[in-house]
């Protein structure tokens, strides 16, 4: 009878690897590429001349984070959906949130950075509002240098929805797991086909900020928009004008990465840490948008090296 049972675990394992192994390889494969597009786009923020380039070890150590990243990411979505669908949640983002964001992101986050670009060290951590903050819930605002950025503020250990590009959802494990976490999708472009009071136009951006701002849930923007190490970058309204439409508290973030974060021998060596700072929280209330601006940016860039005076 065991002889039976054996045989019988075997052919049931086979079966099991003949038809999950193959869906491994091709998502591992897909995840490759991707980690690969990732490390170009790094690699550009990094040629600036004022910041040192991406050495062969840098290359590694982005291609490596990416793949980590995505491939943990992707098996927590499927754990999340799993999750879901036992406990009838299925199409509830409220419920796979929880685990979505406040587990896997989070969780996955610090371990990438602990794994690739070194020790995060969280300044000011006194000034974080609560993770349960009621409404109107506080916006947080930061500069953005580098992917590593991503990764760095879930130090932090708070709450928050992101505004992404609607492509992102396509991205392996990232874009899946973000929509588990019931995140703001937009489009950067607007699309011939969809008006801007589509799901993803650019109304969404207030509509749905300001009902998560209202529910409780805090923002996270980084307002220049884009990434840049070497040049400090103008700061666009959109954060400024979810917190004034709500009258939430902006929380600075300054968010330093070392110009040997990439290029380092760690983790077989020492690594300079990444560096959040977390400025008093600003009122927004009576405020406009321009005088939040700039003192929003100036906190923020006064702790931070200018490598643009370096020109």
Wanted: proline share 6%; with cysteine.
């Amino acid at each position: 009878m065991l002889w039976l049972i054996g045989l019988l675990l075997v052919i049931v394992i086979v079966l099991f690897l003949s038809i999950v192994g193959p869906i491994i390889v091709f998502v591992e494969c897909v995840i490759g590429i991707a980690a690969l597009a990732a490390v170009y786009q790094e690699r550009k923020i990094w040629l600036d001349p004022r910041v040192p380039s991406l050495t062969a070890v840098g290359m590694i150590k982005v291609f490596c984070l990416n793949l980590v990243w995505m491939t943990v990411c992707f098996a927590g979505a499927v754990v999340t959906t799993i999750e879901a669908a036992v406990t009838k949640n299925w199409l509830d983002l409220k419920h796979t949130r929880e685990i979505a964001h406040k587990v896997v992101e989070r969780r996955c986050a610090m371990l990438v950075t602990s794994l690739f670009v070194g020790p995060v060290v969280v300044n000011g951590a006194e000034n974080l509002p609560s993770d349960e903050p009621g409404s109107p819930a506080p916006v947080y605002v930061a500069n953005h240098a580098s992917q590593i950025d991503s990764a760095a503020v879930y130090h932090i250990e708070r709450q928050w929805r992101w505004i992404m590009k609607s492509s992102i959802m396509f991205l392996p494990g990232v874009g899946q797991i973000t929509y588990l976490g019931d995140h703001i999708w937009i489009d950067r472009v607007r699309r011939k086909n969809k008006s801007k009071d589509s799901n993803t136009g650019p109304r969404n951006l207030y509509v749905k900020s300001d009902a998560s701002i209202q529910e409780g849930v805090p923002m996270f923007f980084f307002p220049q928009g884009t990434r840049r190490i070497g040049e400090r970058l103008p700061f666009k309204d959109g954060a400024f004008k979810v917190a004034t439409n709500n009258d939430s508290l902006l929380v600075p973030i300054s968010i330093e990465i070392p110009l040997t974060a990439w290029n380092s021998m760690y983790p077989f060596g020492k690594a300079d840490p990444v560096v959040l700072t977390v400025h008093k929280p600003i009122e927004s209330k009576g405020k406009d948008i321009e005088t939040l601006k700039k003192e929003t940016s100036e906190i923020i860039y006064s702790v931070l090296p200018n490598y643009s005076k370096h020109e």
